[in-house]
T-cell receptor
Framework: AQTVTQSQPEMSVQEAETVTLSCTYD???????LFWYKQPPSRQMILVIR??????QNATENRFSVNFQKAAKSFSLKISDSQLGDTAMYFC????????????FGAGTRLTVKP | EAQVTQNPRYLITVTGKKLTVTCSQN?????MSWYRQDPGLGLRQIYY???????DKGDVPEGYKVSRKEKRNFPLILESPSPNQTSLYFC????????????FGPGTRLTVT
């Protein structure tokens, strides 16, 4: 079974600085997707970024980028120019291609952006 | 507007009193799923459905039931709720033919006393 590990329960960063959230996963699959979801105080789950395992190029979305290391099974999220609105819980998630499409989530990292 | 709705958003109930949390989507997605979120555990899948009348257990199905009589609706039923089912519940949907992500509802905060 796939497992997702987020080793940083809490992190903080100063506004305008850069922060990196860590995620590792365990799988024997070759085709899969990796995700970072943001959960602000409203509790809504918001997709931040998605990476397809067959793509070597790291995904980017504006200030958000990932460092995808397939061999190391690592998928970190970098937030540049942090903003107060980035304060949220961040979840890393894994989804196998095909099968029952079950998404496996890490325990989450609570990020606080300080003014 | 494409959306996933859940009702109720908040519910406080007592042990043993049957309840249903509804989930509805207007995106014609085949795939629907229920998750529960607990501190330190992330989100865990309860049940999922690949299409109408097709449902299957996820990782934590004990104490829950689901049905999928219509494509747009996927209610979560707690026949006899217990305090360990106090949690935040999310419904999620996806297009099976190109399932590259899941779309989440706004969440339902359930407290069982």
């Amino acid at each position: 079974a796939q497992t997702v590990t987020q080793s940083q329960p809490e992190m903080s960063v100063q506004e305008a600085e850069t922060v990196t959230l860590s995620c590792t996963y365990d799988t024997s699959e070759n085709n899969y997707y990796l995700f970072w979801y943001k959960q602000p105080p409203s509790r809504q789950m918001i997709l931040v970024i998605r990476q397809e395992a067959y793509k070597q190029q790291n995904a980017t979305e504006n200030r958000f980028s990932v460092n995808f290391q397939k061999a190391a099974k690592s998928f970190s999220l970098k937030i540049s120019d942090s903003q107060l609105g980035d304060t949220a819980m961040y979840f890393c998630a894994f989804m196998k291609h095909g099968g029952n499409n079950d998404m496996r989530f890490g325990a989450g990292t609570r990020l606080t952006v300080k003014p | 507007e494409a959306q996933v709705t859940q009702n109720p958003r908040y519910l406080i109930t007592v042990t043993g009193k049957k309840l249903t949390v509804t989930c509805s989507q207007n995106m014609n997605h085949e795939y629907m799923s229920w998750y529960r979120q607990d501190p330190g555990l992330g989100l865990r899948q309860i049940y999922y459905s690949m299409n109408v009348e097709v449902t299957d257990k996820g990782d934590v199905p004990e104490g829950y039931k689901v049905s999928r009589k219509e494509k747009r609706n996927f209610p979560l039923i707690l026949e006899s709720p217990s305090p360990n089912q106090t949690s935040l519940y999310f419904c999620a949907t996806g297009q099976l033919s190109s399932l590259r992500e899941q779309y989440f509802g706004p969440g339902t905060r359930l407290t069982v006393t």
